[in-house]
């Protein structure tokens, strides 16, 4: 079994920067692929970026690059996701997951309970 908390979500203006992190445990060991995911009212989960955790090679959906930047701490066995210059869409419920590849949510057995990201215009 493998344990995701995530923190840092909160509500901050446009514009404005905000970091996720999401702290892993039990046995990661067999679970290579760590993402982000968001879920806006309304929509359906969307990939948002993921990393792999051997390199730290990353890969992000085109609505955030440039402005989101996803990183790791094998240390610390956690998941960064810095965010800048947000803007209203990309308020949502923000999820890290693992034990899956990929983009589709559903390829992903692990998850966290979510952190909310509310951005005011």
């Known amino acids: 079994q493998v344990q995701l908390v995530e923190s840092g979500g909160g509500l901050v203006q446009a514009g404005a920067s905000l970091r996720l992190s999401c702290t892993a445990s039990g046995r990661t060991v067999s679970s290579p692929v760590m993402g982000w995911f968001r879920q806006a009212p309304g929509k359906e989960r969307e990939f948002v970026a993921r990393?792999?955790?051997?390199?730290?090679?990353?890969y992000y959906a085109d609505s955030v690059k440039g402005r989101l930047t996803i990183s790791r701490d094998v240390a610390k066995n956690t998941m960064y996701l810095q965010m800048n210059s947000l803007k209203p869409e990309d308020t949502a419920v923000y999820y890290c997951?693992?034990?899956?590849?990929?983009?589709?949510?559903?390829?992903?057995?692990?998850w966290g309970q979510g952190t909310q990201v509310t951005v005011s215009s």
């Open positions: 997951a693992t034990g899956g590849w990929g983009v589709a949510p559903s390829n992903y057995q692990y």
């Open positions: 990393i792999i955790w051997a390199n730290g090679a990353t």
